[in-house]
């Protein structure tokens, strides 16, 4: 009785592996996609950004340079857009700006990544599972026929191929998810840096403006003034 009711289990078991993997393999391909979609909407020059952002920063051009930041939902844009809202605040603050919105914009660049890499191990975990009850279910059935009978109605490669199905499966689904977890995870490195560079630049033109600023005649006759 017992073993009877580990046979059908075993079955069910293999059966279920099956479905649990098809859908993780649904979910696999919408995370792939969403993430896709995530940084192409996102994707802008950067180079053709940096050069027209660099001279209103140079002269203190706040105003033109958050209408040119405001023209994209970049991430080198969201990014510049935080140093210059504080930028009437000095260069420290915006400095500490910027590394608040580089930590905010990387919890969104790897939103999701790790959650591939779960499904992955998941669906490796699921298939190795699902093979052990197809040999399971093959050992019950084996028990209930003769040796010949089991040598003309189900090889026993035809068995171990399909024991090493659900495996199979769960590879499928865990490599795809594995290779565009790392391809993602280096481009969201690269939009990082990206970002800190621009961080970088518009650090050193507002501490540039201000040095100017503070060397300029105007200034330096308001500086005598209130040391008289």
Known sequence: MMHDL??????????????ALFVLSVVNMAVISQR???????????????????????V?????ARNLSQGSNASICAITLAGLSEAENGLPAVQDAYETAISYERIILEDKLVALADIGRLALL???LGSLFDVLAFAHSSDKTSPDAVAIAQPIHA????????????????????LARSILNVH????????????????SQLASAEQVKANSPVQSLKLRRVSA
């Open 159 to 178: 068995a171990m191929i399909a024991s090493v199905s659900p495996l199979i499966g769960g590879l499928l689904v865990a490599i795809p998810g594995w």
């Open 188 to 203: 969201v490195q690269r939009i990082l840096v990206e970002c800190q560079f621009v961080a970088r630049l518009g650090s």
């Open 6 to 19: 580990l046979g059908r289990l075993a079955q069910f078991g293999g059966e279920g592996a099956l479905c």
């Open 36 to 58: 896709v979609w995530f940084f192409a909407k996102r994707h802008m020059n950067v180079a053709k950004f940096v050069k027209q952002l660099a001279p209103l920063l140079r």
């Open 60 to 64: 203190r051009d706040f105003a033109r």
């Open 126 to 128: 699921i298939g190795l």
